[in-house]
C-alpha cells in the first residue's frame, strides 16, 4: 500500500506549467518561445483579472509575473495570491522595468521569491526559473517525504509489539533518506555548475563565448582604452561540407589551442573568447596605441599560417581580422561587433591585408552603399536607367556590325552615377535581376525598332547585352529569355549575350547546361573582358563561345613596352585556331588599330570610333556609317 502511495505521488512531481503576466505582447511571445522551447508548459495572461481566472482554472508551478499593468498591477495580483490557502504556496517572480530597491522591497515583502529588472536576459531569467522549480520540487520531495514519514509513524503506533524494531528501521530509513536527499542535492549543485558554465562558454573549445564577451565588454567599456580582435575564418564551411562536420569540429579546437598557447600570455589583460561558430574575439585592456592591436593581428597570422593535420590532411586556412580600436566613444558591444563586422568585410574586398582597423571611412563607406542601394530600388521603380550603345566596328572594311549594350543612370539629383559604382552594388543585393533583365527587355526591344527600320537592308548588325552571373545561376533564365524575345518578335540572329570569364570558371556545370540551350536557340555567345579572370586558355574549347573581347587594359597598353602585345597575339592565335572572332575593347588610337588589324583581329570597340551613344545617336551613326562604307551586308559573328 505504501509503494502505491508514493507511485502516486511521485506523478505530481512534474513541475513544467508556468504562467506569464505582462501586458506587453512581445515581452509575452518571447518568453513563452523560449520556455517552450526549454520544454515548459506555458500560459499567458495580459492583465492581472486575467491571471487570476487563469490561476483558478489551474494552479501553475510557476508565475512570471509584471508589475506595471493597468487597472490591477503585479503588487496586488501577488497580494491576493498570497492571500489564498490555495495559492499562497506558488513561486512568484517578478518580472518589472521598475528598478527602484523599494519597488524590490516591496515586491519581496508581498511574497516574490525573485526579481528580474527589464530589459532581460534571456539565460538570465531560465536560470532563474529553473532554480525556483528546482526549489518547488525539493519542497514537494520533502512535504511526500514527511507524509511518508507520517504513515510510518501510524503504523509504528498501530504495531506498538514491534514499536522498538519500527523506531529502528526508522531511523535508519530516515538517515538513508537525508543522505539521498544530501546526495540529489550536491548532484543538483553540480548540474546547476554545468549549466553556469555552458551558459558562458563554448563546449567545444573551452574557450569563454560571446555572452560571457559581452558581459565583459559591458563592464569596462567606457572606462579604459581596448582593442577588439575578431577573426573569421575563410571557407570554413567548405571544410564542413567536405570533410564533415566533426572534422570541423577537429579544427576549430586546434586553432582555439594554438590561439591559447601563443595569443594567451601571463598578461592578465588579454582575454580569447570564441565569438562564434568560425570565429574568435580577443580583447586587449589599457592599450597604448592601434599598433598593440596590430602586433597581435600579425602573430596570429602567423601562427595560423602552418598547416593542421586533420584525418591524415593537411588544411591550410585564412583569417580576416577586424579591429575595433574602442575610447570612451562605445558604449555597447554591439556597436562594436558590428564595426568589427564592417573591418572584416573591407579586410576581404582587400588584395593586400588580412586585417583591417576599423575607421570612420569604412562606416561612411558602408553608409554610402546602403544609401546607393536605396536609391538604387527607388531607380528600378521610377525607370531612371537608360541604355547607350558603343558601335563595334570592322577593322577590315570600316562598317559598323553591331553595338555593345551599356546601362546609364543619371539620378535625380546627384547627376550621372557611373556603373561602376553601382553595378557591384546591385550585384551584391540581388537587384542585378531585376535591373539585368530590364536591360535585356530595353535592348530587344530597340534591336526590333532598328530591325523594322532597316527593312532587311542590312541584316548582319549585332546587339550585345552584358549577362550578370546572378542572372545565368537562375533556373527560369532561360524561359525568362524566351519571353521577352517573343513579345518583341526580334530576328533571333541581331541578339548576342556577353559573359565574364569568372563567371565560366566559377559556374562550369551551370554554363554547360545554360550554353547548349543557347546554341539550341543560335544565339550567340562572346567572352567579355577576356584575361582580367582567371587567364585560363584550356576551359575555351569546352564551352561554344562565338567572339572574345579582348579586355581595355590590354590594347591600352600595346603602345608600350611589356607584355601586352605577346598576350594579345597569342590570344588572337588560340581564338582563331578554336574558330572564334575577337573584338578589341578601349582603341583609342591608329597605332593600336594598326597592330591589331596587322595581328589579325577582326573587330574594333572604343572611343577611337565613338564614345557610347543614346539610341538616337546610335541610329544616326549607324545611318551614316552604312553611307560612307557602302558596305551593307557584312558578316559578324560575335
Given at each position: 500500500?505504501?509503494?502505491?502511495?508514493?507511485?502516486?505521488?511521485?506523478?505530481?512531481?512534474?513541475?513544467?506549467?508556468?504562467?506569464?503576466?505582462?501586458?506587453?505582447?512581445?515581452?509575452?511571445?518571447?518568453?513563452?518561445?523560449t520556455l517552450i522551447q526549454e520544454g515548459y508548459k506555458v500560459r499567458c495572461a495580459v492583465n492581472g483579472s486575467m491571471a487570476l481566472l487563469t490561476i483558478k482554472a489551474k494552479l501553475p508551478d510557476l508565475i512570471l509575473l509584471d508589475?506595471?499593468?493597468?487597472?490591477?498591477?503585479?503588487?496586488?495580483?501577488?497580494?491576493?495570491?498570497?492571500?489564498?490557502?490555495?495559492?499562497?504556496?506558488?513561486?512568484?517572480?517578478?518580472?518589472?522595468?521598475?528598478?527602484?530597491?523599494?519597488?524590490?522591497?516591496?515586491?519581496?515583502?508581498?511574497?516574490?521569491?525573485?526579481?528580474?529588472?527589464?530589459?532581460?536576459?534571456?539565460?538570465?531569467?531560465?536560470?532563474?526559473?529553473?532554480?525556483?522549480?528546482?526549489?518547488?520540487?525539493?519542497?514537494?520531495?520533502?512535504?511526500?517525504?514527511?507524509?511518508?514519514?507520517?504513515?510510518?509513524?501510524?503504523?509504528?503506533?498501530?504495531?506498538?509489539?514491534?514499536?522498538?524494531?519500527?523506531?529502528?528501521?526508522?531511523?535508519?530509513?530516515?538517515?538513508?533518506?537525508?543522505?539521498?536527499?544530501?546526495?540529489?542535492?550536491?548532484?543538483?549543485?553540480?548540474?546547476?555548475?554545468?549549466?553556469?558554465?555552458?551558459?558562458?562558454?563554448?563546449?567545444?573549445?573551452?574557450?569563454?563565448?560571446?555572452?560571457?564577451?559581452?558581459?565583459?565588454?559591458?563592464?569596462?567599456?567606457?572606462?579604459?582604452?581596448?582593442?577588439?580582435?575578431?577573426?573569421?575564418?575563410?571557407?570554413?564551411?567548405?571544410?564542413?561540407?567536405?570533410?564533415?562536420?566533426?572534422?570541423?569540429?577537429?579544427?576549430?579546437?586546434?586553432?582555439?589551442?594554438?590561439?591559447?598557447?601563443?595569443?594567451?600570455?601571463?598578461?592578465?589583460?588579454?582575454?580569447?573568447?570564441?565569438?562564434?561558430?568560425?570565429?574568435?574575439?580577443i580583447v586587449l585592456e589599457n592599450i597604448q596605441n592601434d599598433s598593440c592591436a596590430i602586433t597581435v593581428s600579425q602573430k596570429i597570422h602567423q601562427i595560423l599560417s602552418y598547416a593542421f593535420l586533420i584525418e591524415e590532411r593537411e588544411i591550410f586556412i585564412t583569417f580576416n581580422i577586424g579591429i575595433v580600436i574602442s575610447d570612451l566613444n562605445y558604449s555597447k558591444p554591439d556597436d562594436i561587433f558590428r564595426d568589427a563586422d564592417l573591418a572584416i568585410?573591407?579586410?576581404?574586398?582587400?588584395?593586400?591585408?588580412?586585417?583591417?582597423?576599423?575607421?570612420?571611412?569604412?562606416?561612411?563607406?558602408?553608409?554610402?552603399?546602403?544609401?546607393?542601394?536605396?536609391?538604387?530600388?527607388?531607380?528600378?521603380?521610377?525607370?531612371?536607367?537608360?541604355?547607350?550603345?558603343?558601335?563595334?566596328?570592322?577593322?577590315?572594311?570600316?562598317?559598323?556590325?553591331?553595338?555593345?549594350?551599356?546601362?546609364?543612370?543619371?539620378?535625380?539629383?546627384?547627376?550621372?552615377?557611373?556603373?561602376?559604382?553601382?553595378?557591384?552594388?546591385?550585384?551584391?543585393?540581388?537587384?542585378?535581376?531585376?535591373?539585368?533583365?530590364?536591360?535585356?527587355?530595353?535592348?530587344?526591344?530597340?534591336?526590333?525598332?532598328?530591325?523594322?527600320?532597316?527593312?532587311?537592308?542590312?541584316?548582319?548588325?549585332?546587339?550585345?547585352?552584358?549577362?550578370?552571373?546572378?542572372?545565368?545561376?537562375?533556373?527560369?533564365?532561360?524561359?525568362?529569355?524566351?519571353?521577352?524575345?517573343?513579345?518583341?518578335?526580334?530576328?533571333?540572329?541581331?541578339?548576342?549575350?556577353?559573359?565574364?570569364?569568372?563567371?565560366?570558371?566559377?559556374?562550369?556545370?551551370?554554363?554547360?547546361?545554360?550554353?547548349?540551350?543557347?546554341?539550341?536557340?543560335?544565339?550567340?555567345?562572346?567572352?567579355?573582358?577576356?584575361?582580367?579572370?582567371?587567364?585560363?586558355?584550356?576551359?575555351?574549347?569546352?564551352?561554344?563561345?562565338?567572339?572574345?573581347?579582348?579586355?581595355?587594359?590590354?590594347?591600352?597598353?600595346?603602345?608600350?613596352?611589356?607584355?601586352?602585345?605577346?598576350?594579345?597575339?597569342?590570344?588572337?592565335?588560340?581564338?582563331?585556331?578554336?574558330?572564334?572572332?575577337?573584338?578589341?575593347?578601349?582603341?583609342?588610337?591608329?597605332?593600336?588599330?594598326?597592330?591589331?588589324?596587322?595581328?589579325?583581329?577582326?573587330?574594333?570597340?572604343?572611343?577611337?570610333?565613338?564614345?557610347?551613344?543614346?539610341?538616337?545617336?546610335?541610329?544616326?551613326?549607324?545611318?551614316?556609317?552604312?553611307?560612307?562604307?557602302?558596305?551593307?551586308?557584312?558578316?559578324?559573328?560575335?
Amino acid at each position: 500500500m505504501e509503494n502505491a502511495t508514493l507511485v502516486s505521488q511521485k506523478s505530481t512531481l512534474a513541475t513544467d506549467n508556468i504562467l506569464i503576466v505582462d501586458d506587453t505582447p512581445d515581452n509575452l511571445r518571447l518568453l513563452s518561445k523560449t520556455l517552450i522551447q526549454e520544454g515548459y508548459k506555458v500560459r499567458c495572461a495580459v492583465n492581472g483579472s486575467m491571471a487570476l481566472l487563469t490561476i483558478k482554472a489551474k494552479l501553475p508551478d510557476l508565475i512570471l509575473l509584471d508589475i506595471n499593468m493597468p487597472e490591477m498591477d503585479g503588487f496586488e495580483v501577488c497580494k491576493q495570491l498570497k492571500s489564498s490557502d490555495i495559492t499562497k504556496d506558488i513561486p512568484v517572480i517578478f518580472v518589472s522595468a521598475l528598478d527602484e530597491m523599494f519597488d524590490k522591497v516591496k515586491a519581496f515583502e508581498l511574497g516574490a521569491v525573485d526579481y528580474i529588472s527589464k530589459p532581460f536576459q534571456i539565460p538570465e531569467v531560465l536560470s532563474r526559473v529553473t532554480n525556483q522549480l528546482s526549489l518547488q520540487n525539493l519542497k514537494k520531495q520533502l512535504i511526500q517525504k514527511n507524509q511518508l514519514l507520517e504513515i510510518e509513524i501510524i503504523n509504528r503506533i498501530a504495531a506498538e509489539a514491534e514499536i522498538r524494531q519500527l523506531n529502528f528501521e526508522l531511523e535508519q530509513r530516515v538517515i538513508e533518506r537525508t543522505l539521498q536527499l544530501r546526495t540529489e542535492i550536491k548532484e543538483r549543485q553540480e548540474i546547476q555548475k554545468e549549466l553556469e558554465y555552458l551558459v558562458w562558454n563554448n563546449s567545444l573549445t573551452g574557450l569563454p563565448n560571446r555572452l560571457w564577451l559581452i558581459k565583459k565588454l559591458k563592464n569596462i567599456l567606457g572606462k579604459i582604452r581596448i582593442a577588439t580582435i575578431i577573426l573569421d575564418c575563410n571557407r570554413f564551411k567548405i571544410i564542413n561540407d567536405s570533410l564533415g562536420r566533426q572534422a570541423g569540429d577537429v579544427l576549430l579546437q586546434m586553432i582555439a589551442q594554438r590561439l591559447k598557447s601563443q595569443v594567451l600570455t601571463e598578461d592578465l589583460n588579454v582575454y580569447l573568447t570564441h565569438f562564434g561558430e568560425d570565429k574568435f574575439a580577443i580583447v586587449l585592456e589599457n592599450i597604448q596605441n592601434d599598433s598593440c592591436a596590430i602586433t597581435v593581428s600579425q602573430k596570429i597570422h602567423q601562427i595560423l599560417s602552418y598547416a593542421f593535420l586533420i584525418e591524415e590532411r593537411e588544411i591550410f586556412i585564412t583569417f580576416n581580422i577586424g579591429i575595433v580600436i574602442s575610447d570612451l566613444n562605445y558604449s555597447k558591444p554591439d556597436d562594436i561587433f558590428r564595426d568589427a563586422d564592417l573591418a572584416i568585410q573591407k579586410a576581404k574586398s582587400s588584395t593586400n591585408h588580412y586585417y583591417q582597423v576599423f575607421d570612420a571611412t569604412i562606416k561612411n563607406n558602408t553608409l554610402e552603399i546602403l544609401e546607393l542601394e536605396t536609391d538604387l530600388r527607388i531607380a528600378l521603380k521610377n525607370q531612371e536607367f537608360h541604355l547607350n550603345y558603343q558601335p563595334i566596328i570592322s577593322f577590315n572594311t570600316g562598317t559598323i556590325v553591331g553595338f555593345e549594350t551599356l546601362v546609364r543612370w543619371n539620378h535625380p539629383q546627384k547627376g550621372f552615377i557611373s556603373p561602376a559604382k553601382f553595378i557591384p552594388v546591385a550585384e551584391q543585393t540581388n537587384l542585378i535581376l531585376s535591373l539585368g533583365m530590364w536591360i535585356l527587355q530595353q535592348a530587344c526591344q530597340q534591336i526590333r525598332i532598328w530591325q523594322d527600320r532597316l527593312n532587311r537592308q542590312y541584316i548582319d548588325f549585332t546587339v550585345s547585352v552584358n549577362i550578370s552571373g546572378k542572372q545565368f545561376e537562375q533556373e527560369d533564365f532561360i524561359e525568362q529569355l524566351d519571353q521577352i524575345i517573343a513579345d518583341t518578335g526580334i530576328n533571333i540572329k541581331h541578339l548576342k549575350l556577353e559573359i565574364t570569364e569568372t563567371l565560366l570558371m566559377n559556374n562550369t556545370e551551370i554554363a554547360d547546361r545554360i550554353f547548349k540551350q543557347l546554341k539550341a536557340r543560335q544565339i550567340q555567345l562572346a567572352i567579355d573582358d577576356f584575361g582580367t579572370g582567371y587567364s585560363s586558355l584550356s576551359y575555351l574549347d569546352r564551352f561554344p563561345v562565338d567572339t572574345l573581347k579582348i579586355d581595355r587594359s590590354f590594347v591600352s597598353r600595346l603602345d608600350e613596352e611589356n607584355q601586352a602585345s605577346t598576350i594579345v597575339r597569342a590570344t588572337l592565335d588560340l581564338a582563331h585556331n578554336l574558330g572564334f572572332n575577337v573584338v578589341a575593347e578601349g582603341v583609342e588610337n591608329i597605332r593600336q588599330i594598326e597592330q591589331l588589324k596587322n595581328w589579325g583581329c577582326e573587330f574594333a570597340q572604343g572611343y577611337f570610333y565613338s564614345k557610347p551613344l543614346d539610341r538616337d545617336s546610335a541610329w544616326q551613326f549607324l545611318q551614316e556609317n552604312l553611307i560612307n562604307t557602302n558596305a551593307i551586308q557584312t558578316k559578324l559573328i560575335i
